[in-house]
Every structure is written in structure tokens, then in C-alpha cells.
């Protein structure tokens, strides 16, 4: 039975396209090689670390980044693509702590490995869950991200160089990147967003003061 539905769901939804195992794109690439030439502590001025980090909240609060990044368990359902901005179809989630879904119903029952190739298919990666709700940013301003990102207490005890090495090698982070059929992916790149990242840490990660 239980087989008979997961081939349903399949054929429903496509097999999507899934990206090659261990290659790296040339993003992948460019992000590793912007970790590797990493700005000086205090070689950037305070203006230009706020307008890096100005990028990078572009980044964190699209729809791409932050439909998973929520505090309530319900992942959101937000940009052009879903026509109105409202929580997740279909009764997903509830549960803060269950960020893989609910018993019976987790995220990877409809997310695959691959995006689904269908427009309004579920998209897919190897892990698909939501973020912890500590980490939460839909609807936060920019001034309250800042804070919070560059708080240990906050951010999964990371320094400012991790959280641009996360971004380096996260799958879901790439995804944003790679959204799948219709929807618009995250502002400028992968390597540019682990740039802008470093060069704010380099100017000791100023934030707006409003
Ligand atoms: C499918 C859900 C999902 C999407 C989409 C997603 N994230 Fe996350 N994010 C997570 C999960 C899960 C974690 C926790 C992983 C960990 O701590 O190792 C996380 C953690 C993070 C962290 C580290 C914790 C913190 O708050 O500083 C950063 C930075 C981050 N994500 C950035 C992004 C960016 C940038 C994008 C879009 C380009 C994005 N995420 C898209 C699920 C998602
Ligand atoms: C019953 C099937 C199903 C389950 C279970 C499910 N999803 Fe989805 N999800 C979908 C479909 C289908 C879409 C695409 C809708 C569209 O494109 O209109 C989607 C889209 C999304 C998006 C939108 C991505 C974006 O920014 O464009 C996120 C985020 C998401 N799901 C997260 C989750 C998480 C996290 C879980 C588990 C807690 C989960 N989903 C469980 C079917 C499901």
C-alpha cells in the first residue's frame, strides 16, 4: 500500500531533476574561492558593511530564504509564483520542534531529492525541512536579522566566518538559487551573498539602527 503511494505521488509529481552528486557548480566554486580570500578584520569601513549587509538581508528575507525561516512550524507560501502571500497547503506543519513535519506527514512524503520539473511541483533537495524557529526571519525587519544572525546565542553558536561557510555549503541555501519551475530565485548569487557576508564581519557586522 504504502508502496503503491509513494509511486503515486511520483508519477504526480515527476522524478524532477536531480543535481549530480559531489559536483560543484561554478558558483560552488566562486563561493569556496570568496571563502578562501576572506577581507581582513576591520579592512572595511563601517558604510561599506552596512551596505554589504543591505545585500545580504536582500537575500535572507526573500520569499526563497525566508519561507523557511518562520517561528511557528508552518512554512509560508510567499512570492510572485504563489500568487498571495499564506502559510503552507495542505495542513503542513504546526509544531515548532518538528521541523521535519508531523508524524505521518513530514516535509520529504512530497519533497524529493530533485525539484520537481511540474510547475507547482513540490521542489527538493536531499533534506527538506524547516529551519529551528531560533533561527526564524519571515516578516522580521532588517535591523532585528542583523542582530540576531550575528549572535552566537542565536545563530547555532557560529562565528560570522561559519554562517558565510554555511552559506558555502548548504544545500537548501543553494536551493534558493536553484528554485525549480516558476519561481524567482534569491537577488544577486551564492558566491556574492558569502562576499557580502565576509566583508560585513570584516567591518564588525554593523546593523541598521532602525
Ligand atoms: C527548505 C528550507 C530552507 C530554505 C529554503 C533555506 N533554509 Fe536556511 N536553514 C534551514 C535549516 C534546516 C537550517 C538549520 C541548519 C543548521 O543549523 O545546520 C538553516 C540555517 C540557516 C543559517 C544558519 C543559522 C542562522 O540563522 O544564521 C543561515 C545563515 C541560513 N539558513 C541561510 C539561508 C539562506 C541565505 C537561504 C536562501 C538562499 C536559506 N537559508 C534557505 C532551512 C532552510
Ligand atoms: C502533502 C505534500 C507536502 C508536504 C507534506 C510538504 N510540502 Fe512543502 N510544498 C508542497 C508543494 C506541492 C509545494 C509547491 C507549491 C507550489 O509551487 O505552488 C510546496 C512548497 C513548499 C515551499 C515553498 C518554497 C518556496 O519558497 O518557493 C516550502 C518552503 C515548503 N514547501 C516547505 C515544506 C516543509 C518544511 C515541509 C515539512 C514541514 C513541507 N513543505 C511539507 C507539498 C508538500
Redesign the pocket.
Known amino acids: 500500500m504504502k508502496h503503491h503511494f509513494l509511486s503515486l505521488v511520483f508519477i504526480v509529481f515527476g522524478s524532477g531533476a536531480f543535481a549530480a552528486d559531489g559536483e560543484k557548480s561554478a558558483e560552488q566554486i566562486a563561493a569556496a574561492e570568496a571563502l578562501a580570500n576572506a577581507p581582513a578584520e576591520g579592512s572595511i569601513s563601517t558604510e561599506d558593511g552596512l551596505a554589504a549587509w543591505d545585500k545580504v538581508f536582500d ?2 528575507s ?1 520569499p ?2 525566508a ?3 518562520v517561528d511557528d512550524g508552518v512554512p509560508m507560501w510567499s512570492g510572485s509564483h504563489y500568487g498571495e502571500t499564506r502559510p503552507h497547503g495542505m495542513y503542513v506543519g504546526g509544531d515548532p520542534d518538528l ?1 521535519m513535519g508531523q508524524i505521518g506527514q513530514q516535509c520529504n512524503t512530497c519533497h524529493m531529492d530533485g525539484n520537481s520539473p511540474v510547475l507547482h511541483g513540490p521542489p527538493g ?1 536531499a533534506i ?5 524557529a531560533e ?1 526564524a526571519w519571515f516578516g522580521v525587519s532588517s535591523r532585528d536579522v542583523c542582530e ?2 550575528k549572535d552566537p546565542s542565536r ?2 553558536d ?1 562565528t560570522l566566518f561559519e ?1 558565510a561557510e ?2 558555502e555549503h ?1 544545500a ?2 543553494h ?3 536553484t528554485p525549480g519551475p516558476g519561481r524567482e530565485p ?1 537577488p544577486g548569487s551564492l558566491s556574492q ?1 558569502v562576499r557580502d557576508v565576509l566583508i560585513w564581519g570584516a567591518a564588525g557586522a554593523p546593523c541598521p539602527t532602525e
Open positions: 537575500v535572507f526573500h526563497r530564504c519561507n523557511c525561516h521541523t533537495n527538506w525541512q524547516l529551519a529551528p533561527f540576531q544572525v545563530n547555532g557560529r554562517i554555511h552559506i548548504d537548501l541555501v536551493w534558493g538559487w534569491a551573498t
